[in-house]
């Protein structure tokens, strides 16, 4: 990459990881220059594609500065962002990779950035909120309702399953993603939505079945075959958030076994996604993680297949009216939806769309 892009990805990726923020103002070109090492000539063009792409804004005298959002979308800018992706997608397609390889691939980069930035609404949009337990589906589900109902957007926030549905409780919330089990009842969802969300009608909607279980490195070097292997000396695990609902299912799993959550070495580090723990046994900073069979798939890691269980979206009867909720029911009970969640790997779809009400 010529020096004046790297000095353009670097501005853009501080802008997307929050660290300059709109209207912040952007170091002069003199000082940008200096940094780099280069001629004011190349900080100028780096300086240039980014205003194009309508990300920062520079006017003669005073200086560059980072777009607002209402700034940020411009025909200019969404034509740019199309040249790129045809780009992209042409290098990759001559690479070898197929279409539905690529959509894949970016609704898993998609899945991991939605969790560290929050996409803004236009002024024509209105937001649905989401909530809860993370799943590779949900990134699908917000493209899906930007073409079922252009005038909405599906914010993503992913703090488990009893976060979720602590959102809906204090309205903080419209839809919750959740897969808690209910160990007296032995099923989902059901008795936790009854204790925590009282005297309201409450429909679950079900995504379909996961398959839950051990993720570990291609070839399975440290011969893990169950839970049992977590309590290894010898053994790295990384483990999800407080609240979600693996780590619900998980503990009540070493309970029954008579293990130790202290004796797991790791079980203190955290992350807050089902890809997140995959990437942490690829990056070789785990051994071993607790997450859905889709997620490993999109590792290229094995699998060791401890569990199914149900993950539903919960949404109160209020939202369950919108006729954009209508839309997406409709979508998940069509041929096209199953076989898109049948196309990411580690599910059944036999009851997706189906409803389920809770009083």
Not at 86 to 101: R, W
Not at 127 to 141: A, E, K, N
Not at 190 to 207: D, E, F, Y
Not at 241 to 268: D, F, K, M, P
Request: net charge negative; with cysteine.
């Amino acid at each position: 990459m010529a020096l004046f892009g790297k000095i353009a990805d670097s501005v853009r990726r501080q802008i997307l990881d929050g660290s300059l923020k709109p209207g912040d103002p952007l170091p002069s070109v003199r000082e940008m220059s200096e940094r780099w090492g280069c001629a004011p000539g190349t900080v100028q063009r780096a300086y240039r594609e980014l205003a194009a792409q309508g990300l920062i804004v520079s006017q003669v005298g005073q200086g560059s500065r980072v777009a607002e959002r209402g700034e940020m979308h411009t025909p200019l800018r969404r034509a740019t962002l199309v040249n790129q992706l045809e780009a992209f997608l042409l290098g990759v397609l001559a690479a070898g990779y197929s279409p539905h390889e690529v959509d894949s691939a970016m609704h898993e980069v998609l899945d991991r950035w939605q969790v560290r930035v929050e996409l803004p609404a236009t002024a024509s949009q209105q937001v649905l909120r989401f909530v809860g337990s993370h799943d590779p589906i949900i990134s699908m589900l917000a493209s899906r309702i930007s073409a079922l109902a252009p005038d909405y957007i599906l914010k993503l926030t992913f703090v488990g399953s009893f976060g979720g549905l602590m959102a809906l409780a204090r309205y903080g919330a419209d839809i919750a993603g959740c897969h808690l089990w209910d160990r007296e009842t032995g099923t989902y969802n059901r008795a936790h939505v009854k204790q925590l969300l009282p005297g309201r009608r409450i429909a679950l909607l079900t995504l379909g079945h996961r398959r839950l279980g051990l993720i570990v490195p291609h070839g399975n070097p440290a011969g893990i075959t169950g839970l049992r292997d977590l309590v290894r000396p010898d053994v790295r695990f990384i483990n999800r958030q407080w609240g979600a609902g693996t780590r619900v299912w998980l503990e009540a799993q070493l309970e029954e076994l008579g293990l130790s959550a202290e004796a797991i070495n790791g079980y203190g580090d955290e992350v807050n996604t089902h890809l997140e723990v995959a990437g942490a046994v690829a990056e070789k900073r785990a051994d071993v993680g607790l997450a859905v069979e889709a997620a490993a798939l999109a590792y290229g890691l094995d699998f060791i297949r401890l569990t199914t269980e149900r993950y539903d979206l919960v949404i109160p009867a209020e939202v369950w009216e919108l006729p954009v909720i209508q839309r997406l029911v409709a979508w998940l009970n069509s041929d096209e939806a199953k076989a898109a969640i049948l196309d990411l790997g580690g599910y059944e779809v036999e009851e997706t769309g189906r409803v389920e009400w809770v009083e």
